[in-house]
Structures are given as C-alpha cells and as structure tokens.
T-cell receptor
C-alpha cells in the first residue's frame, strides 16, 4: 500500500528565514509523482509544486523548492525567505503509480511564521 | 477561468437528516474527487469519478454515503441519516486525467458540514 508520512505536526519559523517541511513516502513502484499543497486558515487547498520520480532535477517554484532524495524516499519542501502569509497547513501527496488518478495525502504540517 | 465550485459553503443539519453537497468541476476536467477532512486532520479519500467509467467508491465509509456524476459535469455527494461523526469539511477536486503525470488536483473551497 502507498503511504505518505509527515512527522512534524507543527513548525515555527522566523520571518525571512528558510524552513524545511518533511515528507517521506513508501512505494515499490519506480514511477510516481509527488505534490505539495498549502491550506491557509480559509480552507482552500492550493497546489504548490510537483516532483516526478524520474525528474533529474529538484523542482522549484519561486520560493518553494523540493529536496528530493529518491533513495531515502523523501521529498521535503523548502520555503525560502518565509513570509507571514506562509502560515498555513502544508500537505504532501503522492499519486498512486498503480491507479494513476488516485492520490494519497499525508497528515499535514502546520507552519507558523513569526514576525 | 472559473475554479472548482462547491455549494453550500456551510451546512448545519440535525442528526438523522439527509444532506446533499454539490460540486461543479473545472470545465474540461474529466476526473473528479471527493475528500473528507475532519477538524485538524488530513484528507480522507471518499470517491473518484473518471469520465464515464465506473467510479472508485473504495473510500466511502458506509452505505449512508453515495455520490453521482453525470458525464463530466456536476457531482453530488449525498449523506443519508447523518450522524455527528459526519461533521467535517467535504472537499471536491478535479483534474485533467489520463497519462498526464504532473496534473495536480484543483480543489474547491469545501462544504463545512455540522451535524447537531
């Protein structure tokens, strides 16, 4: 069975500093996709970044980047230059390699950015 | 363009009543998903529709839960004889399906259901 683990229920970071949110996954298939979503207190889920298992480089999108370590099965989200608006829940998700349109979500990490 | 639209945004109902939640996906998105999110928890998969294929109902928690979708349009999630444990936010998402591996889910703002 596929599994996503986020071990940090909550994180604090000082404004303007970088923060890493951990995500590990478990799959025996070599082909998979990993996604990160942000959920502010307003509730909407916002897609942030995608990493494919065969991608040669770590994904980056503005201040978001993925520290993708395939051998360790980890896909940590790095947020650089944190802003107060980054305070939110962050979810890691994996696309099921056997059922291409099924996604598995981690339990989330609540990030608080301190001024 | 328009995103995923869900209605109502909030619903308060009495235990034992039936409720119907609606989701209007992004035009052209053939895949549609329903998730449940209890307070402070992650997302729990409920059901997935892909075009005219049989839906994947493997996440529905009981036979009180059902969902329908006509073609590639609106979907409704129905909960019969609601229980207090059904209180949660119900999120709908749509995506471009098929072999596009990097297609993310696009979520609606959810329906917050409270069963009293």
């Amino acid at each position: 069975a596929q599994k996503i683990t986020q071990t940090q229920p909550g994180m604090f970071v000082q404004e303007k500093e970088a923060v890493t949110l951990d995500c590990t996954y478990d799959t025996s298939d070599p082909s998979y996709g990993l996604f990160w979503y942000k959920q502010p207190s307003s509730g909407e889920m916002i897609f942030l970044i995608y990493q494919g298992s065969y991608d040669q480089q770590n994904a980056t999108e503005g201040r978001y980047s993925l520290n993708f370590q395939k051998a360790r099965k980890s896909a940590n989200l790095v947020i650089s230059a944190s802003q107060l608006g980054d305070s939110a829940m962050y979810f890691c998700a994996m696309r099921d390699p056997y059922n291409f349109n099924k996604f598995y979500f981690g339990s989330g990490t609540k990030l608080n950015v301190k001024p | 363009g328009a995103g995923v639209s869900q209605s109502p945004s909030n619903k308060v109902t009495e235990k034992g009543k039936d409720v119907e939640l609606r989701c209007d996906p992004i035009s052209g998105h053939t895949a549609l998903y329903w998730y449940r999110q209890r307070l402070g928890q992650g997302l729990e998969f409920l059901i997935y529709f892909q075009g005219n294929s049989a839906p994947d109902k493997s996440g529905l928690p009981s036979d009180r839960f059902s969902a329908e979708r006509t073609g590639e349009s609106v979907s409704t999630l129905t909960i019969q004889r609601t229980q207090q444990e059904d209180s949660a936010v119900y999120l709908c998402a749509s995506s471009l399906a098929g072999r596009t591996g990097n297609s993310p889910l696009h979520f609606g703002n959810g329906t917050r259901l409270t069963v009293t």
